[in-house]
């Protein structure tokens, strides 16, 4: 019973930076219609800007977490003006060759500034609580909880802001948005801009109980495509079941299966999915 | 609109293509010069960039100080001054990859020997090393199948790892007890380790858990994986990748509660893991012994050029010294041998090498002999055992015979 409550908790960790993450992808192709392949090394991005602001600068570590955030969504917005908007009326084998090409331009840039070796990211949250007998360490209650946070405001941010609605407005039509004078060219460099944030934020929290390195967002991307297609491509709520789904069955099927299974699981979903049911748990986006 | 375009991406194609031609052109003209008598080309291929390019870049620290020192101190082939030059180029870990890479220093640039640090690839390059081109691999691997595998041109640097087995058996079972957890990593080197771990402890009546292996460069928290093997209740742990994820391991295991000792397979080094966790963490802990505790001649001098050519938050660690000895190895066969293309010759000629290099270059354990094979060994061969106190204990290792 400890190893399960232990293995839970280590779950819902894990399932609230997969959210994070996911959530910024799924937007991205609920707007732009296009698998932003270069969404971990965003990721991977935003945790070294993070530990640039925290180790470097000294900045306390929320703080460098929300400033390194702010810096990925300017990341972002340049993504989707010097790659993706002068991609947008070519066919959409070029938005992913495009994607592939800014994702090894960020792994190289990162190996150029910080270097090919592991870094480990110290943060101010140390200790551990005790929950009905399993130890859970005080930062995996922190990413818990501002995951829980950052949702919470991102889904009023989307339902009740000026600026989300129109985000919604374009995933559900381009043309009638347009119509009624929403500008999708500004919408995009938002979505973008938002997605990088997110990951951001994901990247930071999980990066005290990782390490940083230049290919970590590779193991990221494939999870979180699996999310996003688990949940349904562009749906915000498939996005966060699917997060916490995935993260969950991986960590109890790692215990009382085989690490092996828990590692395959994701891939195992993603066939099963895309058998059975191609459109995803919430169906929302339809090919145009 | 499209007509300019495409003429305007013509031009851009046709200045392309003037300007590769004039940049290989220029390249070629650099490879010929190297070629000619008073220089001689070392090749490196090893992965530079992705996942493997914290590993590849030590190496190639090394082998950067080795040919620094060498050409400082002066070689001499034949009673004449030689330049030693370093070539690397990166093959991203895949084995097709470094295979092609070898090809290419051998015929482009004359390298009569080529430096690879990935079994995977050494056994890519040792189908093409002694054939129509001639060159002598420096295989760093610690795989006994490169020396099994009999090819005249192969230099192997490490010790065979499965001369690990038995020392860290014994000190695990002497400091932790009779229960071991698997907690290794998947690669397939990985593999290998925790198959003659799990043999040698069944063999000396010790009980074994599941194979809990994780893949240490995708799982992003160690947290689970842990407390799975712990749920075993064992007296040691056998964890073991690339050093940093195996401190951060270790470290969650004592979080969680873990008193006894760990194995810590070869890939990782505790000083090395000692610079992302507190020591306090790795202690109790049977692994290889760390660069700095060496006392060789020429250890302490190799430290302090390291620390000022890599920074004070790096630590050295075998990939780099032995990379540097090895190369050391090298520049005194071919002064032995005469010659700088005659990759039979440097290789017939390690053996009296040995014993004539410079203390200096002797940093980590200098071997004193090499097998028929092409494996050098030092006789004296010593693991670690990090005690309660933070003192690393050596302890003698019997070494394995590498034949099958």
Known sequence: MTLFIQQLFNGLALGGVYCLAAIGLTLVFGVLRIPNLAHGALYMLGAYVTYFFLATLGVPYLAAIGIAALVLFVVGVGLERLVFHPLRNSPHTHHMIAAVGAMFFFQS???????????????????????????????????????????????????????GQTIEAIE????????????????????????????????????????????????????????????????????????????????????YISSAVGEAVAFIVLVAVLAIRPTGLFTKAVQR | MISVSRNRSRRL????????????????????????????????????????AAYGENVKMGLEMAVDDLNADGVEIDGNPVTIELKSLDDKYAPSTAASNAQRLADQDEAPVVVSPNAGAIKAIQQINSGRSNFLVSAYTSDPAIVQADNPLTMMIPPNFESYAKPFTEQAMEHGGKKLALLGTQSEYGQQWTKAITDEWKASDGEVGADNSVDYATVSDFAGPVSKALAEKPDAMFVGGPSQPTALIMEEARKQGFERSFIVMDQAKLNEMATVTDIENLTKSVGVLPVDEYEDPGTEDFLTK?????????????????????VAIIAKAMELAGSTDDPEKIRGSIGDALAEVDDKYKVTGFPTEITDQGHLLNQELEVAYLDEDEKYNKVPVEQVSDTK
């Not at chain 1, 592991?118 to 995951?147: C, K, N, W, Y």
Request: with cysteine; glycine share 14%; net charge negative.
């Open chain 2, 306 to 326: 390291f620390a000022d050519k890599a920074g004070e938050d790096k630590v050295a660690t075998s990939e780099t010294a032995l990379n540097y000895q090895g």
């Open chain 2, 13 to 52: 194609l046709a200045a392309a293509v003037v300007g590769t031609f004039a940049l290989s052109l220029a390249a070629c003209g650099g490879g010929g010069d190297s070629g000619s008598g008073d220089s001689v080309v070392i090749g490196y291929t090893g992965p530079l960039s992705g996942g493997g």
């Open chain 1, 109 to 163: 840039l990162a190996q150029v500034i910080w270097g090919a070796d592991f870094r480990r990211m110290d943060t101010p949250i140390t200790g551990s609580l005790h929950i009905l007998g399993a130890e859970i360490s005080a930062q995996r209650i922190v990413i818990i909880i501002t995951a829980v946070v950052v949702l919470a405001l991102l889904t009023w941010f989307i339902k009740r802001s000026i600026h």
């Open chain 1, 172 to 255: 559900q039509d381009r043309t009638g948005a347009a119509l009624v004078g929403i500008n999708p060219s500004m919408v995009s460099m938002l979505t973008l801009g938002l997605s990088a944030l997110l990951a951001t934020i994901a990247a930071g929290l999980v990066s005290p109980i990782n390490l940083l390195s230049p290919t970590m967002g590779d193991a990221l991307n494939l999870k979180v495509f699996a999310i996003i297609i688990l949940g349904g491509l562009g749906s915000l709520p498939g996005a966060i079941i699917g997060g916490f789904a995935l993260a969950i069955a991986e960590t109890m099927t790692s215990t």
